[in-house]
């Protein structure tokens, strides 16, 4: 186990509605970063907190947000769910932000299904 | 993002054999490479990983090769294993440790007993 936590493990919602996914990361971890990975894809890069900062972002609509918190875990929110918003939803937890040497752990993720 | 289909390159082994995957990636700015093992129902897991001033890197029975010039990966596992059965990704940065990562095209390793 990485010691990375995302919470649900599962979540379906309808069309238009809001989601919030968190993630706790790994203790002496400061940054985390959040992927969508699609059925049959790869992870996709969404966006990056360090130190409770933005600190780059993928192509992806403002309508996903995030939000670091001062124990370094995160909340990644998206609004007016759309059907192409069902995939599984990574965070990777490491320590520092563009710094070598350290390797990110993944959490298992959270599937998200849109109806 | 890349489009890709659904339906993942798939490459089948003989339990013991060795096994190579290969990976192009896009930019030739990156300077990090990273190896992903996914088993299904799960995250990510870091195999290895290579910097761009490197050719060759050897972990505990797997290998990886870094060719700049065609912008070519590629993981070699030696006597693969049931357990090795996954899906592997290869994963480019710009800026080593960053963790900005762009994913190529997963291929799917199936071991036969």
């Known amino acids: 186990e990485t010691g990375v936590t995302q919470s649900p493990t599962h979540l379906i919602k309808t069309r238009g509605q809001q989601v919030t996914l968190r993630c706790s990361s790994q203790s002496g971890h400061n940054t985390v970063s959040w992927y969508q990975q699609a059925l049959g894809q790869g992870p996709q890069f969404i966006f990056q907190y360090y130190r409770e900062e933005e600190n780059g972002r993928g192509n992806f609509p403002p309508r996903f947000s995030g939000l670091q918190f001062p124990n370094y875990s995160s909340e990644l929110n998206v609004n007016a769910l759309e059907l192409d918003d069902s995939a599984l939803y990574l965070c990777a937890s490491s320590f520092g932000a563009g710094t070598a040497n350290t390797e990110a752990f993944f959490g298992q993720g959270t599937r998200l299904t849109v109806v | 993002g890349e489009s890709v289909g659904l339906h993942l390159p798939t490459l089948s082994v003989q339990e013991g054999d060795n096994s190579i995957i290969n990976c192009a990636y896009s930019?030739?700015?990156?300077?990090?490479f990273i190896w992903y093992k996914q088993e299904s129902g799960k995250g990510p897991q870091f195999i290895i990983d290579i910097r761009s001033n490197m050719d060759k890197r050897q972990g505990q029975r797997v290998t990886v090769l870094l060719n700049k010039t065609v912008k070519h990966l590629s993981l070699q596992i030696a006597a693969t294993q049931p357990g090795d059965s996954a899906v592997y990704f290869c994963a480019e940065n710009i800026g080593a440790g960053s963790y900005q990562l762009t994913f190529g095209k997963g291929t799917k390793l199936s071991v036969i007993p």
């Open positions: 930019n030739s700015a990156s300077d990090y």
